[in-house]
């Protein structure tokens, strides 16, 4: 039960080899992205007027939205449909949504001509109510400040009756205490609706985003481009949560030297061949009814990566969790969430870069050295800041170290 549950912070080395490489791709991405600042997007993007967007549009923001999915759901699972078994991965997936729509920001801002402007949609005289994009900004922004009213708590509980301020302001020590335990309170009786509230921006904002290239009908490639866009987006999130919700919790895991938690992310798999089934279902039947299945075996590289994404990213992981002896095996339970996240990742790729073809473009687009850099920079800098987090605050629950030979 939730209530027997204790969480504290990782007491583990930080410093580590794995952590020196992603500190040197951060420091990467930072030099570049100060350049990207400086002078322009042209200076380190093959952007163009035909492809107004590339990786950072396919990858960090659509990739990096659907893969926070997990927040949500996990949410949704424990505390509206009142599955308190699955309370010890909220915390972690809650976690990794935060950092994740706050670095889908990021990235938007570094795709952003005028970058400058980014605060335009928080004020009214700005809005545009028949914008798609005004729609998922809005939706955006209002789940980013419910994720940390939701995180709050646990910055609370790490400092309440722990407030010990420097020197002078030790006096002060009562006061901030006070403080943390109002908020926290005020914060506790109110969570009900930001977690309901969660729910609903998240399901608005993942359906939006596949709205956004339903205004370009002759531009995309048939295999993806359906009136039901929206829908296979808000599917496909929700199919992904738990993916990735185990795909973090194992790799943390391993990092940390700690056991899996295979007592609640084997039930939790249970879950994923039953909403990766309904969006195989659905997916199948949209090609039918568009009579666009021929499409599938025509041999080019669209219907290369449509089976790539389709049969790596869907049908094989959803055979795999069919198995429970698959689901209770830590290894094949990491393989198939990675397919299905990777499947998402794939997805999200097909659908803003390889399905859009504008009719007058001189080339192809191919992301240069640079924009790849920044995006794995960014992940880099995601997956450092998941580590000082956990590290500090008490969010992953208490156990021993599992004998593990080493951290990553």
């Given amino acids: 039960m939730a209530a027997d549950?204790?969480?504290?912070?990782?007491?583990?080395?930080?410093?580590?080899?794995?952590?020196?490489?992603?500190?040197?791709?951060?420091?990467?991405?930072?030099?570049?992205?100060?350049?990207?600042?400086?002078?322009?997007?042209?200076?380190?993007?093959?952007?163009t007027n035909q492809y107004p967007w590339g990786l950072w549009i396919g990858v960090d923001v659509a990739t990096g939205v659907a893969l926070a999915a997990g927040g949500f759901t996990t949410s949704a699972l424990a505390h509206i449909f009142h599955r308190k078994r699955f309370e010890a991965v909220v915390r972690p997936a809650l976690l990794t949504a935060m950092l994740g729509y706050t670095f889908v920001g990021l990235g938007l801002m570094l795709d952003l001509g005028r970058y400058y402007n980014i605060w335009h949609p928080a004020w009214p005289t700005m809005w545009q109510g028949n914008s798609v994009l005004?729609?998922?900004g809005m939706c955006v922004m209002a789940y980013l400040t419910v994720l940390y009213s939701e995180f709050a708590p646990i910055v609370c509980e790490r400092f309440i009756g722990r407030v010990n301020l420097p020197g002078r302001l030790a006096s002060w020590n009562g006061t901030v205490d006070r403080m943390l335990r109002s908020v926290n309170g005020t914060l506790g009786r109110v969570m009900f609706l930001l977690?309901?509230?969660?729910?609903?921006?998240?399901?608005?904002?993942?359906?939006?985003?596949?709205?956004?290239?339903?205004?370009?009908?002759?531009?995309?490639?048939?295999?993806?481009?359906?009136?039901?866009?929206?829908?296979?987006?808000l599917m496909s999130a929700i199919a992904v949560g738990y993916p990735m919700v185990v795909f973090e919790s194992m790799?943390?895991?391993?990092?940390?030297?700690?056991?899996?938690?295979?007592?609640?992310?084997?039930?939790?798999?249970?879950?994923?061949?039953?909403?990766l089934g309904i969006y195989l279902v659905t997916k199948t039947a949209d090609l039918l009814m568009r009579d666009v299945y021929p499409l599938v075996f025509e041999g080019s590289f669209q219907s290369f990566m449509f089976l790539l994404e389709m049969g790596g990213g869907v049908v094989l992981p959803f055979a795999m969790l069919l198995s429970s002896r698959m689901?209770?095996?830590?290894?094949?339970?990491?393989?198939?969430?990675m397919l299905?996240?990777?499947?998402?990742?794939v997805n999200r790729i097909n659908v803003f870069l390889v399905a859009y073809r504008p009719p007058r473009a001189e080339?192809?687009?191919?992301?240069?050295?640079?924009?790849?850099?920044?995006?794995?920079?960014?992940?880099a800098t995601?997956?450092?800041?998941?580590?000082?987090?956990?590290?500090?605050?008490?969010?992953?629950?208490?156990?021993?170290?599992?004998a593990l030979p080493g951290e990553n």
């Avoid at 794995?18 to 993007?45: D, H, K, P």
């Avoid at 080339?363 to 992940?379: D, F, K």
């Fill in 5 to 47: 549950i204790t969480y504290a912070p990782v007491q583990r080395r930080f410093f580590t080899p794995g952590v020196c490489v992603l500190l040197a791709l951060m420091a990467t991405a930072m030099a570049l992205a100060v350049y990207r600042f400086i002078f322009g997007l042209e200076s380190v993007t093959n952007l």
């Fill in 134 to 136: 005004f729609e998922v």
């Fill in 195 to 233: 977690i309901i509230a969660g729910v609903v921006l998240s399901c608005m904002h993942q359906s939006s985003l596949g709205a956004l290239m339903l205004i370009a009908p002759y531009k995309m490639h048939a295999l993806w481009y359906t009136p039901i866009l929206p829908l296979l987006f």
């Fill in 251 to 275: 790799l943390a895991s391993r990092s940390f030297g700690r056991k899996p938690e295979m007592d609640v992310l084997t039930p939790l798999s249970a879950f994923i061949p039953i909403f």
């Fill in 327 to 337: 689901r209770r095996s830590p290894r094949m339970l990491f393989s198939a969430s």
């Fill in 340 to 345: 299905v996240v990777l499947g998402v990742l």
């Fill in 363 to 379: 080339s192809a687009y191919i992301p240069s050295v640079a924009e790849v850099l920044i995006t794995a920079g960014l992940i």
């Fill in 382 to 402: 995601l997956m450092l800041v998941y580590r000082v987090m956990v590290t500090l605050f008490p969010v992953l629950p208490k156990e021993h170290p599992a």
